[in-house]
């Protein structure tokens, strides 16, 4: 992995053990203790798994930036004893700017070549895919495309799952979910081999 993701996670290690026991939402997905830390190893191992197909892509840009894409929820959210809340900073800035700015400040602090420390940025800016989604920019490099596609997909596979755990055994469909954006049918698939 490229030096930066190493000596940059040391920067920002200034966030203590914040980064492993933030929580990744308010309510969406991954919206629990250490869910944030669970949402990017799958995010990381999404793009790893990703990457031998597309030779375009750099790795290490990639993969430093489904790690580090989400850091600013580390300063966005708190979990209290009543739920969780956005914290003041993070309903004034968001996530997205508050990752970008810990991101550039430890890419200056350690030197990141600036092409490098422009395209990682911009991950980061990016990562959210669409502009109504929260994106301060659309995705336009290769890396940006591949971590805003695995972050999206980790999100959605993490509502499914949380809506096959809270739908009664009896009903074939769950309430709708707003991140879905339907009803999600809960019903195991068939067994093939079972008779009619």
């Not at 096959?164 to 081999?193: H, I, M, W, Y």
Request: glycine share 8%.
């Amino acid at each position: 992995m490229h030096r930066f993701t190493e000596e940059g996670l040391k920067e920002i290690s200034d966030l203590g053990t914040d980064f492993f026991d933030s929580v990744a939402a308010v309510g969406m997905h991954h919206a629990y203790v250490h869910g944030l830390l669970e949402h990017t190893v799958h995010v990381t191992r999404l793009v790893g798994a990703l990457l031998p197909f597309y030779s375009d892509i750099n790795a290490d840009l990639a993969l430093a930036g489904a790690i580090l894409h989400d850091i600013g929820k580390v300063l966005e959210y708190r979990y209290a004893p009543e739920g969780i809340e956005r914290t003041p900073i993070g309903r004034l800035q968001g996530h997205v700017a508050l990752g970008y700015r810990l991101v550039h400040d430890a890419a200056v602090k350690s030197k990141l070549h600036p092409g490098w420390q422009e395209r990682l940025e911009h991950v980061i800016l990016a990562h959210q895919g669409e502009l109504e989604w929260g994106a301060a920019v659309l995705p336009s490099s290769p890396e940006a495309i591949l971590v805003s596609l695995a972050d999206n997909a980790d999100a959605k596979l993490a509502m499914v799952h949380t809506q096959l755990k809270r739908t009664v055994a009896t009903q074939p469909f769950s309430e709708k979910d707003l991140g879905l954006n339907t009803c999600l049918l809960t019903q195991a698939v068939p067994d093939p081999d079972e008779a009619h």
